[in-house]
Every structure is written in structure tokens, then in C-alpha cells.
């Protein structure tokens, strides 16, 4: 029996230990915010917090997050409210909307460690989440914005 | 992709895929509606629906109250809600968006009166195929007489009620307003409103592009929200009680089927219930699913280990030999020797054979096979049973899934309900319905809802590819380095031939995109194709043919400028010339223009020329650069829209990075700038990851890449600033989705060569710079 927290509320899992966090928290939570994009760690669109560190949902064990505290998307504010929420409706980031839950999530772990990053890095950070319809130049003005009105 | 095709041979793919009767018969359908816009309205709102005051045109609500719904599209609730269906769908491209701002401007509602439902697969709606950049273009002057139908009855029942002529009245922020200042809410006026007759769409004013209150103006996104707090529901997230998870193992090379597995090995993994054999698939393959293995399990993970523990042995194919740098060597050979004429101006040309005398130019241009994905892999969940299959997915073209679903479980379209979620991507991908069909087999099987979940492997290695293309050009030019003859030959495997087997060279639907509307004046010109057999699925990608012909006519204007010692962009000029509208068929080119009539929609060289000098303007085309640094540019029309891209690079240790790239935009009548803007921002990266990173590689019939480390796109450290320059006028409107792509390869290589003075003509760049 695998004991984790999970958006504040615990949860107790008792199935494959090897599952993923991404197959756990979306066929058995329901918690539909993180996004599956590649299985293989090289897209992003699964990045959960553990324990306040971005990791990738799709290769990180259930586990492994044994005991630990998960944060999804859905748990990030209760209304849509986070800075890099707002920022990110403000500066109209998303297309089509697949991957930016993910990109979100990394951004939130990047501001807690530096909250005024700098381009190179906002890069650095950002540079393992994929997105296909090419939002990039919208996340870094956003990301900035949002760093901007934190400070 | 059905409104890029010629009709007749549209018609020639639905006889030939005519084998699954509910394709045939859906398909029919779509394309008597597309054959006549008017009939489609005339379906619509043509029938009394309005006029009849009975139960058909009224919906009721609670207590007998009465809806107003003068047509598919539009309903007002007598709560004052107005009820938008949309129709398309929503990919990143906004169409949920815009498509409302259309109606609630025409009709003069308020944008927090709207309620937005998606609406389901069915022909009433008219094309639902949201593809080749159409759902604006196609839909503008539907939409906005329907809203003003919807607007002239509101004000003509006001003008009963309030004994004012209706002259007198106007409709503003959802209320029609008297002179007197006495106003009547829009939902106060859905019992008389469903009384009256609906007046003929041609009968009713159109607001004046002046008094627009949101066209061409911008919106917050529908689902804006849903979007940033990751309520958004796509189809990876659509859900049904008791729903069970499916992965499939496909057979890796095309036309390989499963001889042996071990069913044993994948039951005995945690949470696997189940392992279904799909029906083998053969030749034409269409858009049925590739057959293989299927595993039905508990969760996605059971699922994905069976799959794993399966061990399918697969049968040997006839594509077996496929080798991608071997077929590019066969395309090569094939542009060697003359291939079928398919425009000729003035006395053609045979410059790419016969003349090595002074004053001829000539290059080569491959683009490797291309894959679309999406970020959101294909997926869908369907539940069938006896009488009925209940779909969620996330499709672009969802009467085709309907039809393709039906044919495959011997239903008719109507036992099929096609429900649309948000497309997480699409690029042309998720228009293909096979793995939405798979979904519908799967569940019949296992007699339980399933979702199918496609993996990123299964998503490169089983796609509907773009094709691979090999094309010479050769020119002739005057003393003064201007061409006096052009001669392109273009060699690629058709789409079609996915269809049809017979298909052996492009189609006139593919030699529309960017090849024999070539827009220049050259008094002799000579176009042709080669033909090419395909061992993989060919499909349509984000602009299509145009990203191998842009690429190729962009690049060789570029290396015609500086054989002349001219200034590109000055050489441009030179090539469009004069302010004209251009015909291909005054070449004899049998051209489709996206399906649009050429007299709305014309090839014009003066709009062609404003974006260019727009594009160059803004970059700053004449300015100084420091060493290892270089401007290129590029114009192209596709999908009736111009679009002009000028990338600033440098090159550094054989790394290239794309400093800026400014586009700069003629699409007509834009409805949301933002969204138009966005779009162009994302082709910007979507053209980038072709020029510099993408490509689909095969060995023995098998795909090499499997994942994102092998098929690289953009990643954020890439992205050059991007500014987009719109043209604001009141031309007919244009794609947006797909033409920002086609330009952006040609800008930057010709941007590389400026810089270091070495000439790609292979993409992707990817290490030629280091070599």
C-alpha cells in the first residue's frame, strides 16, 4: 500500500507500484489536467509537482512519490487565480490548450525557486515542455508578466 | 481536406472507397451540400422551419415557454440566452471563438449572452470538415446572413409589439431599441419571433464593416479558463462509466499482418482483461484502421504493459524494402527525365534537359516525409452496441468518422453519434478517422466503452505521412538576370494514392498547392510531375504540398537573385510583376484555387507584392548586419491568403538560430486579429521545426524515429520574436490556419545563405552547417 498526498487530500494506492503518476492520478483520480504527450519524459505535458519540484508525471513512478506531496494542475489554485494563470489568460497563451497545463505547472516551479527569471533562465526551464502549435514567444512574455506582478 | 479538392475528384474518391456503405453514403451527403453553398442555407433556413410555428422550429423550455431558432447555428432562449452551435472543430485555431463573434455582431447580441455548444457529426450543419483553413473562409457570409435573418425577425416581432415601423428599430447588446427609448430583450421576443416568416437570406441588410463591434476586433477565448486551469476536456480526457483502456500493436511496416502473439503473457499482466484481434487491413488503406493486436485492460498503464508482454509476430509485407535515403534516390532518378506536362505558358521549357548554355540556373530541393503530431496523440472513446455507437473524439472531420464508424460495424450514419471534444492539435492528423474507427471495433469486441489511446511511438509510426518530394527547376534568363523561362518538376507520392491504389503521380488538387499558380511573369513557362508509388500512408500536413513547393520556388527565386548579383527582395519584385491577376488556366493549368471561384478569390500579384514590401519594410531589410548574421525572405499564396516571411538568422559554429521572423499577412477579412496573429506565430514555428529539425526516416520498412528525441520540433530556446503584420481591407476571407507555414522554410534558408553563403536545399538544415 503506496501512502501519498495528492491536491491536500491522501491517498492510499495499493496497485502496480510501477504505474506512473500521470496513469494514476488521470484513470484513477480523475484528475484530467495533466496530459499524456509522449510516455518517455520529452514533452512535458504530464509535468506534476513532487514536493514542489516539476517532475514528469509519464516517468515518474507512483512509488517513487511514496509519502510525498503531489500538486496537479488542479490543485495549483482553487479558481484559476495563480499568477501564471492570470498572466497566461492576460497574454491569451493557449491554442489549441493540450500542453499548457503542463507548461504552467513548470513555470510555477521555476518562479518558486527564481522568481525573477531571466530569458536564458526561462529557457533552460521551459525547455523540456513541448508545444506543437509554437506558443513560445506568448509563455515567455507571460511567464515574465507573471514575475513582473509577483515581485 | 474535402474543401481543397476538385469535386470531381472528390467524387472519384468516394466511388472508390464506396466499399464501406456508410462512407459512401455520408459522403455523399457532404458533397451535395458542398456542391452548392446556397443549398446548404437553402437546407437550413430555406425550409419553414421558422415560418410554421409548430414544435419543429420551436424548442420549449420548462412550462411551454418558447426558444426562437431560426436555423441550425442560432437559438434565443427566453431566459435571453442566445444559443450558438459550433459546428468546426476547435484545434488551437480559435473557431470556438470567433465563430460566436461573427453571429453576436451581425445580430447585435451581447457576448455574456451566449451559451456555446458543440455541436455533433451531422450533415444539417453543412462542412463540418475542419480542414484546409476553411471554417472562417467558407463560413463568414453563411454565419453572418443567418445572424441577420435572426436580427431582422427579432426587430420585425419588436415592431409588432411595439407598433413602431420596423425601419424605426435597431438591435444593440441584445435588445431592440425604439427611438422613443423603449427596448425589448431579445428573449422577450422569442414567442413572436417564431411566429413570423423567415425572410430569404438575400432579403436582409448586412451590417456595414464600419459599425462591426467585435469583427476583426479580438475575444478572450470561450475556453480560456477551462485551458489554464486544466479543465479542459480533450479527447484523451473523455470519459464514460465503466469505461475500459486500449492500446493496439500495429504492424510495423504497412501491409504486415500478426501471424502469432501471446495472449497468455499479456492476461497474466495486472489489469488486463482482454486481447482482441482487429480485422488485417488491405490496400486501399483509406482512413480504415491498420489492424494489429488490441489490449483492453482496467487503466492506460495495464493496457500499455500487456502490449508489451504481447510479442506479435508479424507476417512479411510488400514494404518490406522501404528505405527512405534509397526511395529519395528513386525520386531523384524520377525528376531526371521529362514527366507529365501540367501547366505550359508561352512556348513551355525544356531548360531542365536539354540547354547547358549560357544563362541557365538549375537546383534540386528534397523535403523528407513529415509527421503532423499533435501534442494530444490520437484517441478516442467509443461505446457500441447492438443498435447504436456512442462516439468521443477528437476528430477534425467528424461526419467522415461518423460515415467510417457506421460502415465498419454495418450501421447506418444515424446509429452513430459523433460527439466532438477539444482537439489537443491536429495539423491535418486527427482529419483521418481510422483511429476513431478502431475505438468503435474495440469496443464491440470487448462489449464495454472503450478508449483507444494512441502512444507518441504509435503516433510516428503509423501516420498518414506528408510526402517526401524530390523537385528540379531550371531557368534560362535575359543579360539583365531576369527569367525568360522556367521549367519545375515536382515528384512526390499523391495523397490520393492512399485512396486509390492506381494513383501513381500528384494530383491536380496537390499541383494546386503552390505549383502551377505560380504567380511570376516569365513568358515561357513549363511545369510537370513525376510519378512515385508510396510504401506508407500519405495524408495531409498543416499546408500540404505548399511547404515543398513554397520551399523550392522560394529558395530558387533566392539563388536566381544572387546569380544576377541582384538584391533578392528587389528580384522578388522583379519576378511577381506587374499589378495582375493571374490565371493558370490561361496556361491550360487545371487549377482548384482551394475550391474557391477565381473571380472572389484571384491569384492578384499586387496583394503579393504588398506583403513582401510589408514584411520587408518591417524587418528592416537593408540594414547592416554583423558577420555570420543574415536577412532572407519569401512570399507565398496559399489557401487564398498571402503571406510574406522575412527571417533574420545568424549562424555560429554551424548552429543556426532564427533571431526574428516578421510575416506579414493578407487573409481579407479577419475576424478575431488576435487569433490571426496567434496563428501566424505558430506557423512561424511550425515552418521553423520543418527548415531546421524535422524529418520521418524508414529502414526496412520501418520507421526509425519513435519518439520526440528522434523526430525534434521547436522547443521554447528556438523561438525566434516573431512579429506579425496584418493588412486590414475588405477582400473576401482568406485561410488562416495553414498559409503563415509555406513561406518560412524558403525565408530562412535563404536567410542561411546570406549569412554564410552555403545553400541548403535539403531539409531539415539539421548539421549540414557543421559538416
Known amino acids: 500500500m503506496i501512502k501519498l498526498t495528492v491536491n491536500g487530500t491522501e491517498r492510499e494506492f495499493d496497485g502496480d507500484p510501477e504505474m506512473p503518476l500521470l496513469w494514476y492520478v488521470r484513470d484513477h483520480l480523475g484528475l484530467l489536467g495533466a496530459k499524456f504527450g509522449c510516455g518517455a519524459g520529452l514533452c512535458g505535458a504530464c509535468t506534476v509537482h513532487l514536493n514542489g519540484e516539476a517532475v514528469r508525471g509519464c516517468i515518474t513512478s507512483v512509488a517513487s512519490a511514496e509519502n510525498a506531496n503531489v500538486v496537479t494542475i488542479e490543485g495549483l489554485s482553487d479558481d484559476g487565480s495563480h499568477p501564471l494563470q492570470v498572466a497566461w489568460s492576460e497574454t491569451a497563451v493557449p491554442q489549441c490548450g493540450y500542453c499548457q497545463a503542463g507548461q504552467i505547472m513548470q513555470a510555477a516551479a521555476l518562479l518558486n525557486e527564481k522568481p525573477n527569471p531571466s530569458d536564458g533562465e526561462i529557457d533552460d526551464a521551459m525547455w523540456g515542455n513541448i508545444c506543437r502549435c509554437g506558443t513560445y514567444q506568448r509563455i515567455k512574455t507571460a511567464i515574465k508578466s507573471a514575475a513582473g506582478g509577483a515581485s | ?771
Open chain 2, 1 to 771: 481536406m474535402k474543401a481543397l479538392m476538385g469535386l470531381d475528384e472528390f467524387e472519384e474518391l468516394v466511388g472508390l472507397t464506396g466499399e464501406t456503405g456508410g462512407l459512401e453514403t455520408d459522403r455523399r451527403q457532404v458533397v451535395k451540400l458542398l456542391g452548392a453553398g446556397a443549398l446548404t442555407l437553402g437546407v437550413l433556413f430555406g425550409s419553414p422551419r421558422a415560418a410554421t410555428a409548430d414544435t419543429d422550429n420551436k424548442r420549449k423550455r420548462g412550462n411551454g415557454v418558447t426558444s426562437f431558432s431560426p436555423g441550425v447555428y442560432i437559438t434565443v432562449h427566453p431566459d435571453d440566452t442566445l444559443e450558438i452551435i459550433c459546428h468546426r472543430s476547435e484545434m488551437g485555431q480559435g473557431i470556438r471563438t470567433s465563430m460566436p463573434m461573427i453571429i453576436a455582431d451581425e445580430m447585435g447580441a451581447r457576448w455574456d449572452q451566449i451559451t456555446l455548444t458543440q455541436g455533433t457529426g451531422d450533415p444539417k450543419f453543412g462542412d463540418q470538415n475542419t480542414d484546409g483553413s476553411t471554417s472562417i473562409r467558407k463560413f463568414y457570409w453563411p454565419l453572418r446572413k443567418a445572424a441577420a435573418q435572426a436580427r431582422t425577425m427579432l426587430i420585425r416581432a419588436a415592431a409588432q409589439e411595439l407598433g413602431i415601423e420596423e425601419a424605426e428599430l435597431k438591435a444593440e447588446n441584445g435588445t431592440v431599441i425604439a427611438p422613443d427609448g423603449r427596448s425589448i430583450a431579445f428573449g422577450k421576443l422569442t414567442a413572436t419571433a417564431s411566429t413570423l416568416e423567415l425572410p430569404a437570406e438575400d432579403d436582409v441588410a448586412l451590417k456595414a464593416t464600419e459599425d462591426f463591434t467585435m469583427i476583426g476586433k479580438s475575444k478572450p477565448l470561450v475556453d480560456m479558463k477551462a485551458f489554464v486551469t486544466g479543465e479542459g476536456r480533450f479527447g484523451m480526457d473523455a470519459q464514460l462509466p465503466g469505461m475500459k483502456f486500449a492500446v493496439v500493436a500495429r504492424p510495423p511496416v504497412v501491409g504486415a499482418k500478426p501471424v502469432d502473439w501471446d495472449t497468455d503473457a499479456a492476461l497474466a499482466v495486472q489489469g488486463v482483461e482482454r486481447v482482441v484481434k482487429l480485422p488485417d487491413a488491405e490496400a486501399p488503406y483509406a482512413f480504415k484502421p491498420l489492424g494489429g493486436v488490441a489490449i483492453v485492460a482496467r487503466d492506460t498503464w495495464a493496457a500499455m504493459k500487456g502490449r508489451k508482454a504481447l510479442n506479435v509476430k508479424w507476417s512479411d509485407s510488400p514494404n518490406d524494402g522501404f528505405e527512405s535515403t534509397a526511395y529519395r534516390e528513386a525520386l531523384a532518378e524520377t525528376a531526371k527525365s521529362t514527366g507529365e506536362v501540367v501547366l505550359k505558358r508561352g512556348k513551355g521549357s525544356t531548360v531542365l534537359e536539354a540547354d547547358t548554355g549560357k544563362g541557365r540556373i538549375e537546383a534540386e530541393y528534397y523535403v523528407p516525409l513529415l509527421a503532423q503530431s499533435p501534442m494530444e496523440p490520437p484517441v478516442a472513446l467509443a461505446h457500441t452496441t447492438a443498435t447504436k455507437c456512442l462516439v468521443f473524439a477528437s476528430t477534425q472531420d467528424p461526419q467522415t468518422a461518423r460515415g467510417m464508424v457506421a460502415g465498419a460495424l454495418n450501421m447506418k450514419p444515424e446509429q452513430v453519434e459523433m460527439n466532438i471534444t477539444l482537439l489537443g492539435g491536429g495539423f491535418g492528423r486527427k482529419s483521418k478517422p481510422d483511429f476513431i474507427v478502431e475505438a468503435a471495433l474495440i469496443s464491440k469486441m470487448a462489449d464495454a466503452p472503450v478508449k483507444v489511446i494512441w502512444s507518441r511511438e504509435d503516433d510516428l509510426h503509423h501516420g498518414y505521412y506528408h510526402a517526401m518530394s524530390v523537385q528540379r527547376i531550371a531557368a534560362k534568363v535575359n543579360e539583365d538576370g531576369t527569367p525568360k523561362e522556367w521549367h519545375h518538376r515536382s515528384v512526390f507520392p499523391s495523397i490520393m494514392e492512399t485512396f486509390n491504389p492506381a494513383v501513381e503521380r500528384p494530383s491536380k488538387l496537390e499541383v494546386s498547392l503552390g505549383l502551377i499558380d505560380l504567380p511570376f511573369q516569365i513568358p515561357n513557362v513549363q511545369i510537370e510531375t513525376g510519378k512515385a508509388k508510396s510504401p506508407l500512408r500519405i495524408g495531409w500536413l498543416r499546408s500540404v504540398s505548399n511547404i515543398q513547393h513554397a520551399f523550392a520556388i522560394g529558395s530558387f527565386v533566392d539563388e536566381l537573385a544572387h546569380q544576377a548579383g541582384q538584391d533578392p527582395l528587389d528580384y522578388w519584385r522583379t519576378v511577381i510583376g506587374d499589378p495582375r491577376l493571374v490565371d493558370p488556366a490561361d496556361g491550360e493549368g487545371d487549377y482548384t484555387n482551394y475550391g474557391e471561384p477565381m473571380e472572389r478569390f484571384p491569384i492578384d500579384t499586387a496583394r503579393l507584392r504588398a506583403v513582401l514590401d510589408l514584411a520587408a519594410e518591417k524587418a528592416g531589410w537593408s540594414q547592416d548586419l554583423p558577420e555570420g548574421e543574415g536577412m532572407g525572405i519569401a512570399v507565398h499564396r496559399s489557401f487564398v491568403t498571402y503571406v510574406a516571411t522575412a527571417a533574420h538568422v545568424a549562424v555560429a559554429d554551424g548552429v543556426v538560430s532564427v533571431k526574428s521572423i516578421d510575416m506579414a499577412v493578407d487573409c481579407g477579412r479577419f475576424v478575431h486579429k488576435d487569433r490571426v496573429m496567434a496563428q501566424m506565430e505558430g506557423a512561424a514555428i511550425y515552418g521553423l521545426s520543418a527548415a531546421l529539425y524535422s524529418q520521418v526516416t524508414a529502414k526496412d520498412g520501418r520507421i526509425i524515429e519513435n519518439n520526440f528525441d528522434g523526430y525534434e520540433i521547436a522547443r521554447i530556446d528556438a523561438t525566434p520574436t516573431t512579429r506579425v503584420h496584418l493588412i486590414d481591407n475588405d477582400a473576401e476571407p482568406g485561410g488562416v490556419g495553414e498559409p503563415g507555414v509555406p513561406p518560412v522554410a524558403p525565408a530562412i534558408v535563404n536567410a542561411i545563405f546570406a549569412a554564410t553563403g552555403k545553400r541548403i536545399r535539403s531539409l531539415p538544415v539539421g548539421k549540414q552547417l557543421s559538416i
